[in-house]
């Protein structure tokens, strides 16, 4: 904490505060040099907590990034037609460790067509209106997917299976049994993560696993 000979820098200047916050970002080798004596050690301490901030923020997303999909058995999908024509709607999902999402899906639904003709789905989880303490920021977790078809009774299809079952119990013997199911892996190739107001992330990394902090430009 900063006390002492720092209160009159954090009352009355906190304009300069903000102009060699925003040259630190730009030029820290030269951001100690617009400030004079005693001013130094001060504009110090507070980059050091500045950066300890973010440096928890970030952590704090990143775990609350890899169990956010946990929270939800459905999640939304937004699919297109031939003529661009966007639909959306929802559908039960298990997920595996390489966050690929699989849906079982009727050949009848308008968004299997869509898958059909058009492999590009984007998926939305997001935080419950009731749990939300703003409506304007609900957490949320978009991927942009490219959907495969899994061969009905493969190893992959019969694992994927056992997992909906696993999930969602006795009703999924019963639509193992209806030939016009299908199950679909959507493999992610980019995401956002939205904690709330200013705090977005990018998803990077092979596996899906990097948050990068959005900035204005």
């Known amino acids: 904490m900063i006390t002492g000979s720092g209160d009159w820098f954090l009352a009355g200047n906190l ?16 951001c100690y040099f617009i400030l004079l004596g005693k001013n130094v050690r001060i504009l110090t301490e507070l980059l050091l907590i500045q950066q300890i901030f973010m440096m928890n923020q970030l952590e704090k997303a990143q775990a609350e990034y890899t169990n ?78 490219t959907a495969t078809l899994i061969e009905r009774d493969s190893d992959t299809w019969n694992s994927i299976i056992g997992q909906f079952q696993g999930h969602f119990g006795e009703l999924i013997e019963v639509l193992r049994g209806l030939p016009d199911f299908r199950i679909f892996r959507l493999t992610p190739n980019a995401g956002r993560f939205v904690v709330g107001f200013g705090t977005a992330y990018e998803i990077r990394g092979d596996q899906l696993d990097q948050l990068v902090h959005i900035t204005s430009k």
């Open 15 to 30: 304009v300069l505060l903000e102009f060699a916050l925003t040259i630190a970002k730009i030029k820290p080798n030269i």
């Open 68 to 145: 956010f999909p946990q929270e939800f058995q459905s999640v939304m999908i937004s699919t297109v037609n031939q003529q661009g024509i966007p639909n959306a709607s929802y559908t039960p999902f298990v997920m595996d460790a390489a966050k690929n999402i699989y849906i079982y899906v009727s050949g009848l639904a308008t968004h299997t067509q869509n898958i059909h003709a058009n492999p590009h789905v984007s998926v939305l989880f997001i935080e419950d209106e009731s749990k939300t303490q703003q409506i304007f920021a609900r957490r949320r977790l978009s991927f942009d997917c």
